[in-house]
């Protein structure tokens, strides 16, 4: 990507689940925010047209809740609608004709991986390519694509400036820092029930759980244990950060008291927490400990949505958030060991922290941190 706003949106996978959970409502976000003006060409091969395409539209914005007629009526004023094949010459010569006079196009894939490289190559033989950015969403799901993110951004030092690129090679310093996986320090997962779903494979080793030990070898992080875990059919939805300080050499309380060790606990989804945890002195006369948890929320309605903050930088030419082609290689340099070696899968039930052997990832350490349903204080 470069750092020339865009002066169109195109986006695949028009009709599917993806873009009315997500891209309908981040884009009438951002018309209805205002400023947010250039065409919006949705691309679909299920024989709709932009009637039906507006109508999708419509439904996705008022299930996402308060719906703005005027609003919508502008978001639908921008909508174009291209159908066929995405491969197909004729089909992208219909998206050229589409996108008009625009010289700097967005091409958002909302499509499946394996018909990435084939969509991106008919782009660029039709002209569609040319000076425009394409994105795409969801490699390898959770722990390459988002959780070595959070990773990077926890662990990367201030970047020397507030341009894009400058916040780029600091993540890739981090990245490159990054030692590949050890597949004796990760377990994988799978949720009992999963074969059955529809669509997977009885004997499918795809994992629905991972639990792993990072290492980062740079001065600052040699010898700190990084902890991962990532699941799904967990007791509950969230992604959080516990941030563990070390014990100091001597206690203040009693020593034969088994206490937590003070910490910082950053919640980033599906609210904004931060909680900073320390023990203090319980009341009477002995030096006795208790763990208290210090708690600050965001809580803002007007705060925007994930998505509609990937596409409003997106749109705007802002690389900061996004992974670059180089950092994308120095993470599936971290994971690759672990996908080639053929580790197994181990059952584990639904609703629970995944299977029991995780808890050996993090053995001689602190055990592992279960994120718990926040609960807002009373008024």
Request: hydrophobic content about 45%; aromatic content about 8%.
């Amino acid at each position: 990507m470069n750092d020339i706003a865009s002066d169109a949106f195109v986006f695949f996978g028009a009709t599917g689940d993806l873009a009315y959970k997500k891209i309908f409502p981040a884009l009438y976000a951002m018309v209805r925010r205002g400023g947010f003006h250039i065409p919006v060409i949705g691309m679909a091969r299920a024989g709709w047209n932009l009637d039906k395409l507006k109508a999708r539209a419509r439904d996705s914005v008022r299930h996402d809740g308060d719906f703005d007629e005027e609003s919508f009526a502008k978001l639908a004023g921008l909508l174009r609608y291209v159908d066929g094949d995405y491969t197909a010459p004729d089909t992208l010569t219909k998206l050229k004709s589409a996108l008009g006079q625009a010289t700097s196009p967005i091409h958002y894939l909302a499509i499946p991986p394996s018909m990435f490289a084939s969509v991106v190559q008919g782009l660029q033989n039709s002209g569609c390519a040319a000076n425009a950015r394409v994105i795409v969403d969801a490699i390898r799901d959770v722990v390459q694509n988002h959780l070595l993110q959070v990773v990077t951004l926890l662990a990367m030092d201030a970047p020397a400036g507030r341009d894009p690129r400058t916040m780029q090679a600091e993540k890739l310093r981090i990245f490159r820092a990054m030692r590949p996986l050890d597949p004796r320090e990760v377990v994988r997962g799978q949720f009992r029930g999963y074969r059955a779903e529809q669509g997977v494979a009885p004997d499918s080793q795809i994992e629905t759980f991972a639990a792993l030990h990072l290492r980062i070898d740079t001065w600052r992080w040699s010898g700190v244990p990084f902890y991962i875990r990532a699941g799904k059919n967990l007791p509950i939805t969230a992604t959080e950060v516990s941030v563990t300080l070390q014990r100091p050499p001597l206690s203040i309380f009693d020593p034969g008291e088994l206490l937590p060790a003070n910490y910082f606990r950053l919640r980033l989804s599906p609210e904004v927490v931060i909680g900073a945890g320390a023990l203090v002195k319980r009341g009477g006369e002995d030096m006795h400990g208790e763990p208290v948890e210090l708690i600050a929320r965001h809580n803002s309605a007007a705060e925007k949505s994930p998505y509609e903050r990937l596409l409003a930088d997106a749109v705007r030419g802002d690389t900061s958030l996004f992974t670059q082609d180089d950092c994308v290689e120095a993470a599936w340099r971290v994971v690759d060991p672990v996908l080639k070696c053929g580790l197994p899968v181990i059952e584990y039930e639904p609703g629970t922290w995944g299977p029991a052997a995780a808890a050996a990832i993090v053995a001689g350490a602190e055990t592992w941190h279960d994120p718990q349903i926040e609960k807002s204080a009373p008024c």
